[in-house]
């Protein structure tokens, strides 16, 4: 799933898959704005353009049009949910792996503490009307965020504004030093194994590394 426009993941997959048996074979499904399957996503390669696709005429560019289509942040009554009931559906049963994603986009990281809220009414209401112990797993999510040099270039700090906006929308920061290309080998496969220390892990982190100071 990706908020950026161009075909750079296409690009990927399509390299992928000719690396491997030397053609270009599409292997993925392409989902775009404004119309999204939930259904053809899991366990399925899919490029989800989810605010707007190069080689199509639909953006979310201006306020009006991310109104149209977060009506939950917008409160707009003519606006759609087909974006917001995509979100939700992976939100609350996939696990997702943030790469390079700032979360200064407003209306999706609004959309998120939305929908944890929603989450925690529906849990209060169900335990306090009887309907059993309600112990739904909870899906967690994670974040790789690049440690950087400070201004001596002497010790690695992590954006402490970030790491606090992470926190409040339960995802979980995963911090490195180095580029990208190394993550997904060291990383990626050891995510379940990290589910259960993820929270010592980056509390040692948090210890052993200076925060920037909010600005």
Known sequence: ITTNYDTTIENAFKTIEFIKT???????????????DTFNFVGKNNVVYL????NKSHYL????DYEYFYPSISKKEDAVKMLEEFLKANI???CLIFFGFSFDDEYF???VKFLINEKKIEKERNQKFGFGNYEDEEIEHFSFIKLKNDNKQENLIHNNSLHNKLKEIN?????????HAELEEKFLDEIPNLKNNLEIIN?????????????
Do not use: A, C, M
């Not at 030397?22 to 499904?29: D, E, F, Q």
């Not at 605010?51 to 190069?54: D, E, P, R, V």
């Not at 995802?171 to 580029?179: A, G, M, R, S």
């Open 51 to 54: 605010h707007g696709y190069t």
């Open 171 to 179: 995802i979980k920061p995963i911090y490195y030093e180095k580029n």
């Open 22 to 36: 030397g053609k270009s074979t599409k292997t993925y499904n392409i989902q775009y704005l404004p119309k999204f």
């Open 203 to 215: 509390d040692d982190l948090e210890k052993g590394f200076p925060s920037v100071p909010e600005q």
């Open 92 to 94: 609350q049963k996939n």
């Open 109 to 111: 990281y609004e959309f």
């Open 61 to 64: 560019l201006r306020k009006e």
